[in-house]
């Protein structure tokens, strides 16, 4: 594999990495409440405002009770999105490794060419 394909996989793993560990990925409650003009962000947003943020969107979207489900799944999205995101995730590096494999095989047939017309074996 080319080096920049393992370069691009570490700086996206690494990216990854950061935002799980940071929790940049959950703070989307707490620029809600910044943007909505709620004052300022407190600290400790327990269970009891996310509900109430849950609720008001349910109350909104007019969801009823029996489409809401009782428990999770994997960090707190639905399976079925789970395996969706899974899926895309694969297709996508799937495509990645495909594109540099393509482009891999071009610089060994271009190179091919270039020995052929410098030799004079072309024809």
């Given at each position: 594999?080319?080096?920049?394909?393992?370069?691009?996989?570490?700086?996206?793993?690494?990216?990854?990495?950061?935002?799980?560990?940071?929790g940049?990925?959950?703070?989307?409650?707490e620029?809600?409440?910044?943007?909505?003009?709620?004052?300022?962000?407190i600290?400790?947003?327990?269970?009891?405002?996310?509900?109430?943020?849950?609720?008001?969107?349910?109350?909104?979207?007019?969801?009823?009770?029996?489409?809401?489900?009782?428990?999770e799944?994997?960090?707190?999205?639905?399976?079925?999105?789970?395996?969706?995101?899974?899926?895309?995730?694969?297709?996508?590096?799937?495509?990645?490794?495909?594109?540099?494999?393509?482009?891999?095989?071009?610089?060994e047939?271009?190179?091919?060419?270039?020995?052929?017309?410098?030799?004079?074996?072309?024809?």
């Open positions: 594999m080319p080096e920049m394909f393992w370069k691009t996989i570490y700086l996206v793993s690494l990216w990854l990495g950061i935002m799980l560990v940071t940049a990925m959950g703070g989307a409650l620029k809600a409440d910044a943007l909505k003009g709620a004052g300022p962000v600290a400790n947003t327990g269970s009891d405002i996310q509900e109430e943020d849950i609720q008001w969107f349910r109350d909104q979207m007019r969801i009823s009770e029996k489409y809401i489900e009782d428990h799944g994997v960090w707190g999205m639905s399976w079925a999105h789970f395996l969706t995101m899974v899926f895309l995730v694969v297709f996508a590096i799937g495509a990645l490794i495909l594109s540099f494999q393509r482009q891999k095989r071009t610089r047939i271009l190179e091919m060419i270039r020995k052929e017309i410098k030799n004079g074996d072309a024809g």
